[in-house]
Nanobody
Framework: QVQLVESGGGLVQAGGSLRLSCVAS????????MGWFRQAPGKEREFLAG????????YYADSVKGRFTISSDNAKNTVDLQMNRLKPEDTAVYYC?????????????????WGKGTRVTISS
C-alpha cells in the first residue's frame, strides 16, 4: 500500500513561487505514473502535471504549461512540483497521486493512491 504525503503549500503573493513535494512510503514512485492535481473551492479536481513511469516523460495541463514543472528524485522517492508566476486562480488544495498501471491517462479515476493534499493560497 503506497502512502503519499504532500508538503510545501502556503500563502504567497501573486507572481511568487512555491515548490511542492510528494514523498512516498510503501512503494517506489518510479514504477508509477505520478500526477499532481488540484481542487479549488466549488470546483472539480483537475489534472495539472504528470510524470510517466519508467521513461519519466512529463505532461502538463494547458493552464499551467510554462509555469509549473514536475520532477522526480528516485533516490529520495519524491515527486516535486515547482510553481512559478503564481496567480490568485491557482489557489486550491494540491494533491499528489499515483497510478499503478501506468498508461498516462491522468484521469481522476485512473489514479490508485492519493495524498491528503496541501493548501496553496495566492494573494492578489
Amino acid at each position: 500500500q503506497v502512502q503519499l504525503v504532500e508538503s510545501g503549500g502556503g500563502l504567497v503573493q501573486a507572481g511568487g513561487s512555491l515548490r511542492l513535494s510528494c514523498v512516498a512510503s510503501g512503494g517506489t514512485l518510479s514504477t508509477y505514473d505520478m500526477g499532481w492535481f488540484r481542487q479549488a473551492p466549488g470546483k472539480e479536481r483537475e489534472f495539472l502535471a504528470g510524470i510517466s513511469r519508467i521513461a519519466r516523460s512529463t505532461y502538463y495541463a494547458d493552464s499551467v504549461k510554462g509555469r509549473f514543472t514536475i520532477s522526480s528524485d528516485n533516490a529520495k522517492n519524491t515527486v516535486d512540483l515547482q510553481m512559478n508566476r503564481l496567480k490568485p486562480e491557482d489557489t486550491a488544495v494540491y494533491y499528489c497521486a499515483a497510478d499503478y498501471l501506468g498508461g498516462q491517462s491522468w484521469s481522476i479515476d485512473s489514479m490508485d493512491y492519493w495524498g491528503k493534499g496541501t493548501r496553496v493560497t495566492i494573494s492578489s
